[in-house]
């Protein structure tokens, strides 16, 4: 019986490993699909338009907000970023999970407006940890580093609002742990209502 995919949030401070853990499911999971969010930063090395973000000048996201087309959007480290609605609906609608790589206010906001979406913090192994990780990129200046480590304290403080908490010190491990934590999902009785009533079970 066909089934509506999950909207899954997954949120963590700059630096946990989010994208690595999230590339690695990528490529093991063939039922799900990545939101690709709008930002107004600037592209690292090796990303691309379209397929790790949608790039837009301040103009250009300024204009998608007025016209109603981000599901949610936040300033983060005087960058905005946002969650485009359509394609999530689509995604969701065609059986897919649809994935979401936000920032803690973006997932908030979220839930709210997706009560049964399944929200997922990842947390580093320490604070130490977290900060030789952004150190060692080499991409960003030290008063930017201050202020991603000021942000990520202040993100740590609201991960008792998330569904599920995994700790990346072990890459295989987290990956295998958000997998367990979607396949466990789509056995609740709440997400099977419908193939229950066929066999006569209300």
Known sequence: MFR???????????????GTVLSCIRQKENRIKFSVSATTREPRSGEVDGVNYFFKTTEEFEAMI??????EWVKYCDN???????????TIKSGYDCLLEIEVEGALNIKKIYPDCVSIFILPPSFEELRRRIESRGTEKPEVIEKRMEKALKEMNYVDRYDYVVVN???????DSIRYILASEKLKFSRNRDILKTIGIS
Request: no cysteine; hydrophobic share 30%; net charge negative.
């Open 4 to 18: 509506e995919g999950l909207l899954v949030v997954v949120s963590g401070p700059s630096g946990t490993g989010k």
């Open 80 to 90: 905005y970023y946002g969650t485009p609605k359509k394609y999530v609906a689509d």
């Open 169 to 175: 010190d072990d890459i295989e491990k987290a990956v």
């Open 66 to 71: 007025e016209n109603g087309e981000l599901i």
